[in-house]
C-alpha cells in the first residue's frame, strides 16, 4: 500500500456521493481505503458496493439547530462517537482524513484531530453546512464546489474545486437510460427526483396529475424509500425508490426536462449534462435555506425555473414544467457557457499534496 486515507460523510447521498467517486481513484492507486460512518445510515449500503473498503461504525447524533430532548442523549452518543473515532484512527494510522460533511462526520474529524492526521473537509453547498462549520478549525484545507463559498468562508483554507462528478457522466448515455426504464423515442421524457431521500410534497402533485402529464411526456418519477405505489405504473410512467449511482448518469442522460430538489450534487449532474430543470427546495429543517440559496443562484444563472414548495399546486407545477420545456432550448445555450469539470482530480491532488506535506505517505512506506 502508497497510504492510508478514511473517508468520511453520511446521513443523506449528498454527503456520500463525492467519497464514492474519490474511493475507486484511491484504490486504483493503490491505497488502504477506510470509511468511518454510521452503524445505520446510507453511507454504510452505498460503500458497501466497494469490498476493498473497510467499513468502521460509530456511534452518532443528530446536530440539531433547534431545541428537543433528544438533543441530551445525542450529546452521549456522540462523545462516545469522539472515543469511537479516535481510537478506530489511532489503530489505523492514516496519512489523511477526507470528510463530506453530514453530522456523522464530526466526530471523526475530532477524532482525527486528536491523532493530529491532517483533515480536509468538502463543503458541496453554497452555505456552509453545520457539521463543517464545526469541522472547518480543524480542517487543514476546505474545498468547495461553488466559488462563493470559498471566497466567504476561511480564503486561506478554502480552495474551489467545482463538484466532484462521477466519471459516468461524461459516458452517460441516453439509449441505456431509455431501455432501463422501457421508454422509447416517441415523446419527450421528463423525469422527477425528490432528493436522495424522497420528497413527499412532489410524490403527491405527481399523483394528481400524472394524467396529464403523461400527455406530453414519458415520466419517471425516483420516490424515495417505501414511496412508491405499484398501482400507478404504465408504459409510460416508472417510478423507483432510489436508482444506483452507476445507473443514474444514464437516467439523466435521458431526460428533456427535470423536476429536482435542489441539493447540490443533483444540480451540478444536471448542470454537467445540460438538463433544464424545475428546481423546488427543500423547506423544512436546517438545510431549507441551503437548498433555496442554489434554486436562487441557478435561477438567476438562467440554467433552472423555481418553484417553491409552499406556492405549489397542481396547476402551477403543470405550468412550470411546460414552462421550462418549451424554453429547453435556451437553457441548454445558457448552461453551455458554464465550465465546471475537474473536481473529482483537483480534490485527489490536494488530498496527496496534504499528504505528503505531512511527511506521512514516506512514514508509512517504512513501516
Ligand atoms: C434534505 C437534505 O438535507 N438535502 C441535502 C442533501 O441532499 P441529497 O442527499 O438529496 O443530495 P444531492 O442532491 O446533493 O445528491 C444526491 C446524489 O444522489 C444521487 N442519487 C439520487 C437519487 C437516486 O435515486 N440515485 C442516486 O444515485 C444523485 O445523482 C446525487 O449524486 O445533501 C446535499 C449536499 O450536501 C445538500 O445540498 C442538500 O440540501
Not at 475507486?24 to 477506510?34: G, I, Q, S, T
Not at 452505498?46 to 433547534?66: C, F, M, P, Q
Request: hydrophobic share 40%; proline share 4%; glycine share 8%.
Amino acid at each position: 500500500m502508497s497510504a492510508t486515507i478514511v473517508f468520511t460523510g453520511g446521513g443523506t447521498a449528498g454527503h456520500v456521493s463525492g467519497n464514492l467517486v474519490l474511493i475507486p481513484k484511491f484504490l486504483e492507486e493503490n491505497w488502504d481505503v477506510h470509511y468511518i460512518g454510521s452503524e445505520q445510515g446510507i453511507e454504510r449500503k452505498l460503500v458497501s458496493d466497494h469490498k476493498e473498503v473497510t467499513y468502521h461504525t460509530i456511534s452518532t447524533g443528530k446536530l440539531r439547530r433547534y431545541f428537543a430532548w433528544k438533543n441530551v442523549t445525542d450529546v452521549f452518543r456522540v462523545m462516545k462517537g469522539i472515543f469511537q473515532s479516535y481510537q478506530l484512527i489511532r489503530n489505523i494510522k492514516p496519512n489523511v482524513i477526507f470528510s463530506k460533511g453530514g453530522f456523522v462526520s464530526v466526530p471523526v474529524v475530532l477524532g482525527a484531530k486528536l491523532n493530529k492526521v491532517p483533515i480536509i473537509i468538502h463543503e458541496p453547498d453554497l452555505n456552509l453546512g453545520l457539521a463543517n462549520r464545526i469541522s472547518l478549525p480543524f480542517a487543514r484545507r476546505m474545498s468547495t464546489t461553488f466559488l462563493e463559498t470559498s471566497q466567504k468562508n476561511a480564503p486561506s483554507k478554502a480552495i474551489y474545486v467545482g463538484p466532484i462528478l462521477k466519471d459516468g457522466f461524461t459516458l452517460a448515455d441516453k439509449q441505456r437510460g431509455l431501455a432501463f426504464c422501457g421508454f422509447t423515442y416517441a415523446k419527450p421524457v421528463l423525469l422527477i427526483m425528490g432528493g436522495s431521500l424522497g420528497a413527499q410534497g412532489i410524490n403527491q402533485v405527481v399523483k394528481n396529475v400524472l394524467h396529464e402529464l403523461v400527455n406530453t411526456f414519458q415520466v419517471v418519477h425516483i420516490c424515495g424509500e417505501g414511496k412508491v405505489d405499484p398501482s400507478l405504473s404504465t408504459l409510460e410512467y416508472k417510478s423507483y425508490e432510489f436508482v444506483k449511482s452507476s445507473e443514474m448518469p444514464d437516467l439523466l442522460a435521458m431526460a428533456d426536462v427535470v423536476v429536482s430538489r435542489a441539493g447540490s450534487n443533483s444540480i451540478m449532474e444536471l448542470l454537467t449534462l445540460l438538463k433544464p430543470m424545475l428546481l423546488i427546495p427543500h423547506t423544512n429543517g436546517g438545510s431549507r435555506s441551503g437548498q433555496l440559496a442554489h434554486a436562487q443562484l441557478f435561477q438567476q444563472a438562467g440554467y433552472a425555473e423555481m418553484l417553491l414548495q409552499e406556492e405549489m399546486s397542481d396547476q402551477s407545477f403543470i405550468n412550470a414544467i411546460m414552462k421550462l420545456y418549451e424554453n429547453r432550448f435556451t437553457y441548454r445555450d445558457t448552461m453551455k457557457q458554464h465550465e465546471n469539470g475537474g473536481g473529482a482530480n483537483k480534490v485527489m491532488n490536494l488530498i496527496k499534496e496534504v499528504s505528503h506535506q505531512d511527511g506521512r505517505v514516506q512514514e508509512s512506506r517504512q513501516v
